[in-house]
C-alpha cells in the first residue's frame, strides 16, 4: 500500500491527454482508483471496447491491463465529481472562433463549465487540477467560480499542465522529463500539491517534480510549446536559406545540435508543424502579451507561426515549380497525412494545407497514410478550407502506397512513417509517370540512392536551385 490508497481520481475530458494520462497514473498506482469521464458517449464507449478512440504505440496494453480493476470510463460526470478527491480538468482549449480575441484567444469556455459543475455538484472539498493548457490565470477564474458554490465548501485549484507528445505518450508518461505543480501560496494550497506530488511519486523520482506558483505552472506551459515550436520553425527558415546557398539543412542541424547548450533535438526541418497545440497555444501567448500590451513581444511570437505558414506553402510552391509550372490533372501520390508519425491525429496537419494548394492547381490526389480515418481526413482539409467539391472530385484515398503511385507524376512525403523509408522505390518507379518526381517534405528518404533509380528528388534544404 502507498501513501495514497484509497484516494479516488477523476478526469473530466477523455482525449488525447486525459485518457493516456490517467490510464498511466491507474498503472502505477494501483491502489488509487481512477475514474476518466466524458460528456462524448461515444468516446466513452470506445474506451471501454477493443478499439480505443485514440492510437498510441503501448497505450492498449495499459488500459487492457487496468481496466475495470482500478481504471474506469464513464459518462456519469456528476456521480464521479461527487466521490473524487482529486479531479482532473483535461477538457480541449480550442482557439477562439469568433468574439473577442477570435483566431488567438484560447477558448475556455469548457473549463469554466466543468468548476461551475463541480461547484453545484460537489458536497465535500475537491482538489482540482487544471491539466488542461490554459492562459495564465485561469485558475483565478476557475477558483472564483468554485468558490461561488452556495454550500460554503473550499475547493483548492492547482495547475499540472501536460508536457506527452502524441506518438510517444506513454513512454513521455512512463519517464516525464519534468512534472510541474503549481499552486497557491498557502498552507492550503501546499498541501494541495503535495497530494499530487504524492501520486506522482509513486513513479516519478522527486526531483524531476517541480512545485512553483499557480502562474508560474500556467505560463510555463505555454512557454515550452512556443520554445519548441520555434527551434522548428528556426530550422525551417535555414532549410529556405540551404536550398539557395548549396548547404544541406541536416548537416547545418547536426552542426549547430552538437552544441549542448544548443542541443539536438527539435531540429528536423520539415514541411512544416502541426498538431492541435502548437499554432493554438503561440497564439495563445501572442494574444496574452497583446492584452498586456507588449505588442512587440506579441509579434516576436506570432512570427512563429507565420514562418510555418510560409514553409508550408514554400513546399507546395516548390512542388508546382519543379513540375514544370503546373500540375494540374496531374495525379500526385501523397504518403502520409497524420501531423506526425505513430498517430493517427491530423489536428492542424501540415498535409491538409499542402493539399489545398495541389488542389486548387487541379491536381488529382491519391493520399496514403497508415493510421489516419478517412473522415479525420476530410474533416481536416474542411477545417483548412478546401472544397467539398474538390475534396470529393480530386481526392482519392487509398490504403496502399503502389497503388496511390500507380500512373502518379509525383509522390510527396509529408509524414515521416518509417515504413516509408523502407518502401520498394524500383516497384514505384516502374509504375510511375516519367520523369518520376519525389518531393520529400520529412527528409526521411536516400536522395541519392533514389536519385539513381532515375527520380528527379526534391528534399528540404538540400537542394541549391540555380
Ligand atoms: N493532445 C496533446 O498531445 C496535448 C494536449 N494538451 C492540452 O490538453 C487539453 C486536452 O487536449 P486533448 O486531450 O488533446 O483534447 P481532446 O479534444 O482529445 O479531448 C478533450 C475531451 O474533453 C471532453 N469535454 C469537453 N468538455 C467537456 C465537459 N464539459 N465535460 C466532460 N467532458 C468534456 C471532450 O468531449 C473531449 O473528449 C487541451 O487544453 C490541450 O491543449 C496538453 C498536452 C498535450
Ligand atoms: O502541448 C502539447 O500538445 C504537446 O505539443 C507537442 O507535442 P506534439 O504536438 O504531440 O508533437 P511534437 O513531437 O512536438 O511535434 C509537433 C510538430 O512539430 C513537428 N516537428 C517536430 C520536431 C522537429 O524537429 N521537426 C518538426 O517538424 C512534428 O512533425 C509535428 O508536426 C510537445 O512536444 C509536447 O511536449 C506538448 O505536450
Known amino acids: ?18 485518457g493516456p494520462t490517467m490510464a498511466m497514473i491507474a498503472y502505477k498506482c ?28 503501448g497505450l492498449d496494453d495499459i488500459v487492457k491491463e487496468r481496466r475495470n480493476k482500478n481504471l474506469f470510463f464513464s459518462t456519469d460526470v456528476d456521480g464521479a465529481v461527487e466521490k473524487g478527491d482529486i479531479i482532473f ?5 480550442p482557439t477562439k472562433t469568433s468574439g473577442i480575441g477570435a483566431g488567438r484567444a484560447a477558448n475556455i469556455s469548457n473549463c469554466e463549465l466543468v468548476a461551475r459543475n463541480i461547484a453545484k455538484v460537489a458536497t465535500s472539498p475537491k482538489i482540482v487540477v487544471e491539466k488542461s493548457t490554459v492562459p495564465v490565470r485561469t485558475a483565478e477564474s476557475m477558483g472564483r467560480v468554485l468558490a461561488a458554490n452556495e454550500k460554503g465548501i473550499k475547493h483548492q485549484i492547482i495547475s499540472s499542465p501536460e508536457f506527452l507528445a502524441e506518438g510517444t505518450a506513454i513512454e513521455d508518461l512512463l519517464e516525464p522529463s519534468r512534472v510541474l505543480i503549481g499552486g497557491e501560496q498557502t498552507p492550503e ?30 505560463l510555463s506551459k505555454l512557454v515550452a510549446n512556443a520554445f519548441l515550436a520555434q527551434r522548428v520553425s528556426s530550422i525551417n527558415s535555414i532549410s529556405a536559406l540551404c536550398e539557395v546557398s548549396g548547404a544541406d539543412v541536416d548537416e547545418v542541424a ?60 514554400r513546399f507546395a510552391k516548390t512542388i508546382v515549380k519543379r513540375m514544370f ?17 505513430d498517430t493517427g491525429d491530423t489536428r492542424e496537419t501540415a498535409a491538409s494545407d499542402v493539399c489545398r494548394f495541389l488542389l486548387e492547381e487541379g491536381a488529382r490526389l ?7 480515418l478517412a473522415e479525420d481526413m476530410e474533416r481536416e482539409l474542411l477545417y483548412a478550407k478546401c472544397e467539398k467539391d474538390q475534396i470529393d472530385q480530386q481526392i482519392t484515398r487509398v490504403e496502399d502506397v503502389y497503388a496511390a503511385a500507380k500512373d502518379a507524376h509525383a509522390v ?40 539513381e533509380k532515375g527520380f528527379e528528388v526534391f528534399a528540404l534544404g538540400k537542394n541549391k536551385i540555380n
Open 366 to 372: 491519391s493520399v496514403y497514410d497508415p493510421k489516419v
Open 1 to 18: 500500500m502507498g501513501k495514497c490508497a484509497g484516494l479516488q481520481i477523476v478526469c473530466i475530458g477523455a482525449g488525447y491527454v486525459g
Open 89 to 93: 480538468v483535461s477538457v480541449n482549449t
Open 254 to 313: 547536426r552542426a549547430v545540435g552538437t552544441d549542448y547548450r544548443i542541443g539536438k533535438h527539435f531540429l528536423k526541418s520539415s514541411v512544416g508543424f502541426g498538431g492541435s497545440c502548437f499554432k493554438k497555444d503561440i497564439l495563445n501567448l501572442v494574444y496574452l502579451c497583446e492584452s498586456f500590451g507588449l505588442h512587440d513581444v506579441a509579434e516576436y511570437w506570432n512570427w512563429v507561426v507565420k514562418m510555418n505558414e510560409l514553409q508550408k506553402e
Open 189 to 218: 494550497g501546499h498541501a494541495a500539491v503535495q497530494k499530487l506530488v504524492d501520486v506522482y511519486e509513486y513513479w516519478c523520482p522527486r526531483e524531476r517534480i517541480i512545485t512553483t506558483n499557480l502562474w508560474s505552472s500556467e
Open 30 to 57: 494501483h491502489d488509487v482508483t481512477v475514474t476518466v469521464v466524458d460528456i462524448s458517449e461515444k468516446q466513452i464507449a470506445a474506451w471501454n471496447s477493443d478499439t480505443l478512440p485514440i492510437y498510441e504505440p
Open 412 to 451: 510527396v512525403i509529408l509524414t515521416e512513417w518509417k515504413e516509408f523509408k523502407e518502401l520498394d522505390f524500383d516497384k514505384i518507379y516502374s509504375v510511375m509517370e516519367k520523369p518520376a518526381f519525389i518531393f520529400d517534405g520529412r527528409n526521411i528518404l536516400d536522395h541519392a540512392g533514389l536519385r
Open 325 to 341: 509550372n503546373t500540375v494540374t490533372r496531374k495525379k500526385i501520390a501523397v504518403l502520409g497525412f497524420a501531423f506526425k508519425a
